[in-house]
C-alpha cells in the first residue's frame, strides 16, 4: 500500500484476514482526517485528533506493517517501490500494489502563489495557517495605524466549495465570538472576511437550493461572499482579482488561504508514463473500471488519484475503491474470476457553514441548517479513527460551540 489516508489504510484494513503480508509505506507517520483539518487550522481541534499514528491503529493486525518513507520509485517490471526516508532508501517487492498517494494543491500554473496563499492538505499546512491567522490578530493589535489594523484583520479564502465554505465560516466566528473580548486597542468583530471564488456560486456541487441557503448564512455570520471574480496575484500584503469584465481590483490583507484546486500527486504521472495509462486534466490517473493500472492487473490505483467515471476527490470514493481493491487481491488469491468493475455508492455530500448550521446531500434529499449539522456531527464522529479520538474531539466541540473557546490556539515560532 502506498499512502496512510483513507485509501490506504481501508484497503489495508480490507485486508485483515486475508492470508497477505501487507507493507504499508507512508511519507506520514499518521493518517489523516483531512476533512478536520480547517478545525486545526482555527484553532478547535488539536493536530492529534485527526492525525492519529497509523501504526497505532493498526497494532492489532498481525499481517500489516507499516513504514515511514516517501516513494520517488515504483519499476513495474520488476515490481518494487523504492522509498526514501531520512536515514536511506529501501526497496519493497509486492505481488499486488495500492497506489493511495492522494492530492496535491493546484496553483493552476501559479505555484508562486503559494508563498502568500497556502493550501490546506496535510497537518503542516493546518498549523502554518493557524499561525497566520492567530498571529494576524496578534500583530493588528500592536499596529497604530487604522488602514495597517485593517489589512492585518481582512481574510481571504480563495475557493467556494466545501473546504473554503469551512474555512470562512469558522474565521468569521472566531472573529465574531471567540476573540470577542480577547483584545484592548483592537475590535476583532470589525474583521472582514472574504470568501472569493471565479464559479458564480458558493458549493455548486450541493445544487441551487443548498448554494443560495449557505451564502445567506455565510451572509448571516458576516462573510463577504465575491463570486465571478478570478485571482490574478498574490503578494505579501493582498490579492489581485479580475471580474469576467477585465476589470481589475486589489484586496489588501495580510491572511490569504487556498481552497481552490488539487492536483494528482506526483507519483500518478510517472505511474502513467511507465504504463501508458492516460492522465484526466488535474493530473489523476485514468484507470480500468476494476481501479487497475492498464496493462497491470496487479497495480490498483485507488481514492483521490484516481480518475474513473469522474468520480469527484472525496473520502467515500477512496474508501470504496480501496476496499473494491482489497476485494480484487482475495478473489485472485482464491483462483477466482477478477477485473469486476468498481460500483460507487453515493452516500452523499455536506459541508458546515457556521456552528449548528450545515447542508447535507444525500440522495435526492437536501437537508440545510440544524437538522444537517448533526447529520455532519454524526458522520464525522463515526468515521473518525479511535474511541479517544471521538470523545476528545466532542469535548473540543462542545468548548467551541456551545461555549465560544478554542483550546488549540498555540502558535509556535516554527508554525
Ligand atoms: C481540507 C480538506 C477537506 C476535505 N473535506 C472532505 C469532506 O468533507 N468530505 C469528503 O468526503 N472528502 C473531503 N475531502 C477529501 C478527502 O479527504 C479525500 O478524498 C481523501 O482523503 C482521499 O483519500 P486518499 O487515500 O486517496 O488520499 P489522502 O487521504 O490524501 O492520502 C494520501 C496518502 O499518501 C501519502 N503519500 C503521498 N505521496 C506519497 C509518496 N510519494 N510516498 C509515500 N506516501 C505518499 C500521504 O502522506 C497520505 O498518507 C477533503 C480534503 C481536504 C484536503
Known sequence: MIGSGFGGLFATKALRDAPVEITLVAKTSHHLFQPLLYQVATGILAAGEVAPATRDILRAQRNARVLLGEVTDVDLEARTVTSVAPNGATTIAYDSLVVAAGATQSYFGNDHFAEHAPGLKTIEDALDLRARIFGAFELAELEDDPALVQRWLTFVVVGAGATGVEMAGQIAELAHRTLKDNFRRIDPTRSRIVLLDAAPSVLGSFGERLSTIATRQLAAIGVEVRLGLKVVGVD??????????????????????????????????????????????????????????????????????????GLPGVAQVAIQSAEHAAGQIVRRLQGEETGQPFRYKDKGSMATVARFHAVASVGRIRVAGFPAWVMWLAVHLAYLVGYKNRLTTLLHWAHSFIGRGRAERVVTRRS
Open 236 to 309: 505579501d500584503t493582498g490579492i489581485d482579482v479580475v471580474d469576467h469584465e477585465g476589470h481589475g481590483q486589489r484586496i489588501e490583507s495580510m491572511c490569504k488561504m487556498w481552497a481552490a484546486g488539487v492536483t494528482g500527486n506526483p507519483l500518478g504521472a510517472q505511474l502513467a508514463a511507465a504504463s501508458g495509462a492516460g492522465t484526466d486534466r488535474v493530473g489523476r490517473v485514468e484507470v480500468n473500471p476494476d481501479c487497475t493500472l492498464p496493462g497491470h492487473p496487479e497495480v490498483f490505483v485507488v481514492g483521490d488519484l484516481m480518475a474513473l467515471e
